[in-house]
């Protein structure tokens, strides 16, 4: 975890797993995990044990329930750093107002807030 190179334990395994093609690289894949989620609010847990490493992988990228794919995507956009309709409907294909229909439909089911009132109304995901 500390960015240096593994050791392998056992080079012929190794091998095999490399030419079936369920490994891409030796000793890459814990810089590989945390790179990924570099950005993600949710960190995934390295319990480190004498003879293993058990990683439980957070999902990050998942679908809201009981809400349209347009909301889903509104939802994806939204950060914690709170947000304007307007820079939301710049990221998305959508006009102001139905990006304005789609963070209500996400307030209601609680997968939002609202911050503020009139124009500088923002929005964020709820936590």
Sequence with gaps: MAGQLSILRNSIIANIFFRL????????????????????????????????????????????????EDANEVYSILQNTPLSSS????????SKNK????????????YAVKLGNGRGTKYCRSK
Excluded at 22 to 48: C, H, N, W
Excluded at 99 to 110: D, F, H, I
């Design 87 to 94: 820079s939301i409907s710049q990221e998305t294909s959508f």
């Design 21 to 68: 093609g369920l490994i891409e690289q030796f000793g890459t894949g814990i810089q590989r995990i945390i790179a990924a989620y570099a950005d993600s609010k949710t960190q995934p847990p390295f319990l480190i044990y004498k003879n293993s490493i058990k990683i439980v992988l957070p999902v990050v990228k998942m679908k809201l329930q009981g809400v349209s």
């Design 99 to 110: 990006v304005l229909n789609l963070l209500e439909e996400l307030l209601q089911k609680g």
